[in-house]
């Protein structure tokens, strides 16, 4: 951990920019460095290397703060790729970025309230049958 800090101070000696090593990121998200390595394996992240250390800018800090906001929400893998790569490298799909997360979530809350619609006439049905059956045994008893 020492070399990787060691690197990352050195690197951001260099460029000014505050790097990070993988397990400043695995705690700060308080998420497992496993899972930080899953999204660099599928290219949704690409921390620089020094020898073997992996050395993350704050743009890659700040795309895994929106790698996992949108798997809390339920968004696939596809979807994030999407999403970043419209990003481009200066911000230059921001337009078509904002546009796609409007379309995506105007999706998401309509599958959200069918679902919550859905949900709601199973517990009505759920309660008539409940308060019928307790009904029915008290009937029993008598």
């Known amino acids: ?28 998200f308080s998420i497992s460095q496993r899972t930080i390595r899953f999204y660099e394996d599928k290219g949704l992240i690409t921390p620089q290397r020094v020898g073997s250390q992996r050395i993350y800018t704050e743009t890659d800090r700040q795309r895994l703060s929106l790698i996992l906001r949108a798997k809390a929400i339920g968004s696939k893998l596809s ?46 049905e759920l309660r008539l049958i409940h308060e019928g059956s307790k009904e029915r045994l008290r009937k029993l008893k008598g």
């Open 79 to 124: 979807e994030i790729r999407t999403f970043l790569e419209l990003f481009g490298r200066e911000g230059e799909g921001r337009e078509k970025q904002l546009r796609y997360v409007i379309e995506r979530t105007g999706e998401k809350i309509a599958e959200l309230e069918d679902k919550r619609r859905q949900i709601d006439e199973t517990l009505d």
């Open 1 to 28: 951990m020492e070399m990787a800090r060691a690197a990352a101070d050195m690197k951001a000696g260099q460029t000014g920019e505050t790097l990070y090593g993988i397990a400043d990121l695995a705690a700060h």
